[in-house]
């Protein structure tokens, strides 16, 4: 029997997606499942007359396979992850690699990538991106790892990636050992920020302007036609025209509680580790939150009062200006996310290539988007570009949007409509291009209460200095300490 170019461990619904990819590609595929019935399920029905081959035990998988080994695990992230490396291990020989596809926290990437090359084989922790369709059609792939697998799996992943309109493949290694899921990690903190974003630009049209679903949604068919074409201005433009049985929009239906399955959540604490001001991501965090808890919010909605949503102006301009507040705020985003990926880059020595992700990004994945190219074009003008609103195409757009988006954070809030991500995105952009900001006073403050020291606009940056506010705290200074 001929032998799998590649095994695959996991065969739910990304994982079969995945097989099948492969497969059609014209890759064997050896697949395995802890519940075994499930590999005769797959087998014997979708898989069935394909070059794909069952195997009920690990060591069944390994002797499938050509050498070196490629094992993929499509596995719940944590300790499963663990488990399967410790499992597979006896099997494996030397220059074998293990590749771990999951939702995985890049830290516990670095610690593996050291664990299966203290062995001496190699191990790819890759984010994939693009749900279940992606995963059978082209996700986007963000490998990283051992770079000495790279070659080994180059040739399958390219093969079943997502392409851009020129061929170019949406997947090319992103670095060592844990590089690859911390941009699939930020790659999913900026998802979580696009689809606050959009849900804002609803609550503002629907609360505000009163518009109904149908009206909604062909605002959205034609901001999918412009600068906003993207994957997730499409399905909202779906959604909005999705009706119930009874012929009622079916999104009015849905109770306003969002999940979350914590991607969010580590970037807004990686970007506190690394001292990034990562505010619109982690403000569309907390607005999950705040939409979970809505027994408390029903509660204080009887009790809480605000002003009552009113809008006797031109509607259509409003429309216009929402557009514009919104793709501004999109890409204080990306640029707040492209931050945090340069600052751990130096933080664990990846040499990231930025424009090289947003071409990863711009098809396959969850926020594919024509706005990506021309974060491409902003990297490869200048490869050290130091903040994307510093790229003269980006700054102009946000110049140019900027009194659209004040009109909108300032009439939704007037009207009491909460805009996080919109006037997050703001003060962020405020904020940059300020040179002087309130934290001398704050300096003073600290060095009041915790003679924390201050450096002086009259001294060379490095110098620190102590003041005895008080005349009874004497000389004696704090150490420095900078997040």
Known sequence: MSKADIGLIGLAVMGENLVMNMESKGFTVAVFNRTTEKVSAFVEGRAKGKNIIGTYSLQELADSLKKPRKVMMMVKAGKPVDDFIDLLLPYLEAGDIIIDGGNSHFPDTIRRT?????????????????GEEGALNGPSMMPGGSPQAWLHVKPIFQAICAKVEDGSPCCDWVGENGAGHFVKMVHNGIEYGDMQLICEAYHVMKDLLGMSADEMHEVFKEWNEGELSS?????TRDILAYKDEDGKPIVDKILDTAGQKGTGKWTGIAALDEGVPLTLIGEAVF???LSAMKAERVEASNVLTGPKPSFNGDKKAMIEDIRKALYASKIVSYAQGYTLMSAAAKTYGW???YGGIALMWRGGCIIRS??????????????????????PFFRQTVMDAQDSWRRVTATALTNGI????????????DGFRSERLPANLLQAQRDYFGAHTYERLDKPRGEFYHTNWTGTGGSTSASTYTA
């Open 114 to 130: 050291k664990y299966v090359e203290d062995k001496g084989m190699f191990y790819i922790g890759t984010g994939v991106s693009g």
């Open 231 to 235: 994957y997730l201005i499409e399905i």
């Open 370 to 391: 024509t706005f990506l190219g021309k974060i491409k074009e902003a990297y490869d003008n200048d490869p050290e570009l130091s903040n994307l609103l510093l790229d």
């Open 287 to 289: 607005s999950r939150c």
């Open 351 to 353: 040499n990231l290539n």
């Open 418 to 429: 909460p805009v996080p991500a919109f006037t997050t995105a703001l003060c962020y952009f």
